[in-house]
């Protein structure tokens, strides 16, 4: 039997769309990382162009059709100085929306390998 694609496991566009939108919620509410993300409550346009990013950059990792053309990872968090403590309530709130959004353990888990791969380009760069 061949194993769904995490991408459909997720729900596709549109249930990456929900859970990009509840993981930007929950980051505005962190108080441990809310400061990096409340200036963008003053410029809607770049809250909407993260997102958007952060989907289409779901969705190439999980398998979807859509393109990312965003930077990657290292560059798009470059200077930022980001800490473990800062990256780990990150994925905290990521695990919580995609739990909230019905994700069940062994997808939240891929989801997690695939963050969890990525913190040397994120933590302190």
């Known amino acids: 039997m061949e194993k769904t694609q995490l991408f459909e496991r997720l729900g596709g566009t549109a249930g990456i769309e929900r859970i990009v939108d509840e993981v930007a919620m929950r980051h505005l509410a962190n108080p441990a990382i809310s400061a990096r993300f409340l200036p963008y409550l003053e410029h809607p346009d770049k ?3 993260l997102k958007v990013h952060l ?3 779901l969705e190439l990792g999980s398998g979807g059709p859509q393109r ?5 990872m290292k ?3 470059r200077g930022m100085n980001i800490s ?3 990256y780990m309530a ?3 709130d990521i695990l919580a929306s995609l739990t909230s959004s019905g994700i069940d ?9 695939i963050a969890w ?9």
């Open 47 to 49: 809250l909407q162009q």
């Open 55 to 57: 989907a289409r950059f």
């Open 68 to 72: 990312y053309s965003g930077r990657d």
């Open 75 to 77: 560059s798009a968090h």
């Open 84 to 86: 473990p403590g800062e």
């Open 90 to 92: 990150a994925l905290d």
């Open 105 to 113: 353990e062994p997808t939240r888990n891929d989801v997690l390998a």
């Open 117 to 125: 791969s990525l913190k040397g380009e994120i933590v302190n760069g």
